[in-house]
């Protein structure tokens, strides 16, 4: 709409330069026929007065000739202008009547950029981007609501020795395997669980205690077991196993949620350290 302003300004504008130089065009016509009779009036004058008079009409000649030039010139601008002005009110027109449909299409196109932007190519679940941005959310949330956030760190034991032994495309495959039975073991609207980076899971849980993530957890590690996917690289199992680390806490703004995820990898450390295929937390689920 701007645009369209804009030109019909521009339209105006040169509408009335081009009316004002065709009333000083008649002007000077007057002017060059007044001259024409005085020179005729004037001719016992003597040449002087004559070749005076003849110099300012052959000049009063040449710049009629500009002038009609000029209004010839924006006689033409004007109607291009006319023309493009007409075009952009019919685009504008037309965008006003599909304005919504536009709309609509663009914020489809959004939404699409935004979710593959928050997705793990890979495993087509939740990336660290997305991880880090959701915890952030949550821990403001449960700190206004002063209601518990848990989050779950689940690292798959031995996984370079699984990709030695079966190649980088067996260790993708697992990576997809692991990933959707673990996203399966969430049931909670607001649950997040993401690839937190290489063959190490995430998982965010807003209004959940430490006893109920540490059940999560164990369902977790049980559904992994259960796979039974061979791993003879593992020294601790035949099959595909998980160490995990669990935390818990009631926001505050005088923490980050940085520190709770801290304690949750300090935990899957300690796992690993004691041995792997275990859960690392305060309070055990029997």
């Given at each position: ?12 504008e040169?509408?009335?330069e081009f ?6 065009n ?21 040449d ?8 300012m009409n ?13 209004e010839?010139?924006l006689?033409t601008?004007?109607?291009i202008?006319?023309r ?6 019919i ?16 914020q ?10 928050e997705?793990d ?26 209601t ?12 370079k020795?699984?990709?030695d ?5 067996m260790g ?25 980076g ?8 807003p ?9 999560v ?5 049980k ?5 039974k ?16 680390g ?9 923490r980050?949620p ?9 935990r ?19």
């Amino acid at each position: 709409m701007v645009e369209s302003e804009m030109l019909e300004a521009r339209y105006t504008e040169l509408l009335a330069e081009f009316y004002r130089l065709r009333t000083e065009n008649e002007c000077l016509k007057q002017q060059n026929r007044d001259l024409l009779i005085a020179l005729s009036t004037t001719a016992e004058h003597g040449d002087l007065v004559e070749a005076q008079l003849h110099t300012m009409n052959v000049k009063l000649e040449a710049e009629i000739a500009e002038r009609e030039k000029a209004e010839a010139m924006l006689q033409t601008l004007l109607n291009i202008i006319s023309r493009e002005k007409n075009d952009l009110e019919i685009i504008v027109q037309t965008i006003v009547e599909h304005g919504d449909v536009v709309d609509t299409q663009w914020q489809q196109k959004l939404r699409e950029a935004m979710y593959l932007a928050e997705l793990d190519g890979l495993t087509q679940v939740a990336n660290r981007r997305k991880f880090d941005h959701y915890l952030s959310y949550q821990w403001k949330q449960m700190g206004q609501q002063q209601t518990p956030l848990s989050v779950i760190i689940c690292d798959i034991d031995y996984f370079k020795q699984y990709n030695d032994a079966y190649g980088h495309l067996m260790g993708d495959a697992c990576l997809q395997q692991v990933a959707k039975t673990l996203q399966s073991i969430l049931k909670q609207p607001g649950d997040l669980f993401a690839r937190y980076g290489g063959e190490e899971f995430a998982a965010v849980l807003p209004q959940t205690e430490e006893n109920a993530a540490i059940c999560v957890a164990e369902r977790m590690q049980k559904a992994i077991a259960q796979l039974k996917m061979p791993h003879p690289g593992s020294a601790v199992a035949a099959h595909v196993t998980l160490s995990i680390g669990v935390a818990s806490t009631v926001p505050s703004h005088l923490r980050s949620p940085t520190s709770l995820l801290d304690q949750a990898d300090q935990r899957l450390y300690l796992a690993k350290r004691k041995g792997r295929n275990q859960i690392i937390h305060h309070w055990n689920c029997d």
